[in-house]
C-alpha cells in the first residue's frame, strides 16, 4: 500500500484546510485509516481516525468539533476537513493504514505511512 498525502498549507488562524491522503496499491474495505501529526520537537501524537467498514470516527480532544476525518470509497480517499485552525495545529500531518479493525489512536496500530504534509497556522 502506498499512501499520498496532499493539502497541506500555510494558512491565517481560524482559516480552513482541507487533507487528503490518497491510497494506491489496494482499496481499502476492512481496517482504519488515520491521521497523525508532528510538532518540531515534539511526539508524533493522534489527530483522527476513521474504521473503513462502519465508518465510525475518533478524534483527538484537541481537534473534536474542529476537524472531520471523512472517507471516499470511489477515490479510495481519505480526507480531514480542519477548520478554525490555531496556531497550535502548526506541524507535519501525515496518514496511516492498517487492515485491522477497531479504533488506533496509536501509530503502532498502523502498519502504512504517507509522506507528511506540512501545516503552518499563522496568528
Known amino acids: 500500500v502506498q499512501l499520498q498525502a496532499s493539502g497541506g498549507g500555510l494558512v491565517q488562524a481560524w482559516g480552513s484546510l482541507r487533507l487528503s491522503c490518497a491510497a494506491t496499491?489496494?482499496?481499502?474495505?476492512?481496517?482504519?485509516v488515520g491521521w497523525f501529526r508532528q510538532a518540531p520537537g515534539e511526539e508524533r501524537e493522534f489527530v483522527a481516525a476513521?474504521?473503513?467498514?462502519?465508518?465510525?470516527?475518533y478524534y483527538a480532544d484537541s481537534v473534536k468539533g474542529r476537524f472531520t476525518i471523512s472517507r471516499d470509497n470511489a477515490k479510495n480517499t481519505v480526507c480531514l476537513q480542519m477548520n478554525s485552525l490555531k496556531p497550535e495545529d502548526t506541524a507535519v500531518y501525515s496518514c496511516?493504514?492498517?487492515?485491522?479493525?477497531?479504533?488506533?489512536?496509536?501509530?503502532?496500530?498502523?502498519?502504512?505511512w504517507g509522506q507528511g504534509t506540512q501545516v503552518t497556522v499563522s496568528s
Open positions: 496499491g489496494r482499496t481499502f474495505s476492512t481496517g482504519r
Open positions: 496511516a493504514a492498517d487492515s485491522r479493525s477497531g479504533f488506533g489512536g496509536s501509530p503502532i496500530a498502523y502498519d502504512y
Open positions: 476513521i474504521a473503513w467498514r462502519d465508518v465510525s470516527t
